[in-house]
């Protein structure tokens, strides 16, 4: 788990707020992803980001804003969401997002709640 | 039709039992089967992953692919409490699409 920490681990936010979740990466890779995990659905690939590039913007409402500094850190910018956008957000990386034997690592995600 | 279904269950076992888990999916081209592991509170863990088709086995857990039936499992064996968690299948092709397509995750209880 330290391989890739999250920031804050809960959050709760009203809709008209403006809030950013953070993640950082230790393992020097050179991919990171933004996961929704719902209840009972399956994990829903959010953004990806290859060596501090957007490469994968999957119709995500404009409500959330990705940001990649460097390759070891990761932000999601929040504004005027909606209870629906209440879940588990997790991030994670990986070293090539195209090799082969490709393993994500995960953060512990951060856990928010939109009244 | 969903890309990967998977029965969130849950799955309640005495401990010492067997668990059974699969993923059924529906994209021939997908290559590579992992299987992750979370517990509350966390974020998934790679547990397994195997490539094509035939068992691979690490300690108490063995991984099956059949591809042509497109339909892959995860036993526990001796189960232990400490393998309470939510167990998520995930595959990808081998085309250089890094996208993992996920299952929506298996509950595990192993009762004491």
């Known amino acids: 788990e330290t391989g890739v920490t999250q920031t804050p681990r809960h959050l709760v936010m009203g809709m008209t707020n403006k809030k950013s979740l953070k993640c950082e990466q230790h393992?020097?890779?050179?991919?990171m992803y933004w996961y929704k995990q719902s209840a009972k659905k399956p994990l829903e690939l959010m953004f990806v980001?290859?060596?501090?590039?957007?490469?994968e913007n999957n119709s995500v409402p404009s409500r959330f804003s990705p940001e990649c500094p460097n390759s070891s850190h990761l932000f999601l910018h929040l504004h005027t969401l909606q209870p629906e956008d209440s879940a588990l957000y997790l991030c994670?990386?990986?070293?090539?997002?195209?090799?082969?034997?490709?393993?994500?690592?995960f953060g512990p995600g951060t856990r928010l709640l939109v009244l | 039709q969903k890309e990967v279904e998977q029965d969130p269950g849950p799955l309640s076992v005495p401990e010492g039992a067997i668990v059974s888990l699969n993923c059924t999916y529906s994209?021939?081209?997908?290559?590579?089967f992992m299987w992750y592991r979370q517990y509350s509170r966390k974020g998934p863990e790679l547990l397994m992953y195997?490539?094509?088709?035939g068992n691979k086995e690490d300690g108490r857990f063995t991984a099956q692919v059949d591809k042509s039936s497109k339909y892959i499992s995860l036993f526990i064996r001796d189960s232990q409490p400490s393998d309470s968690a939510t167990y998520l299948c995930?595959?990808?092709?081998?085309?250089?699409?890094?996208?993992?397509?996920f299952g929506a995750g298996t509950t595990v209880t192993v009762r004491a």
């Open positions: 195997t490539y094509s088709s």
């Open positions: 994670a990386s990986s070293q090539d997002p195209a090799g082969v034997e490709e393993t994500q690592y």
């Open positions: 994209n021939s081209a997908f290559q590579y």
């Open positions: 393992l020097g890779h050179n991919a």
């Open positions: 995930a595959m990808r092709s081998l085309s250089g699409d890094y996208k993992l397509s």
């Open positions: 980001y290859s060596l501090e590039e957007r490469v």
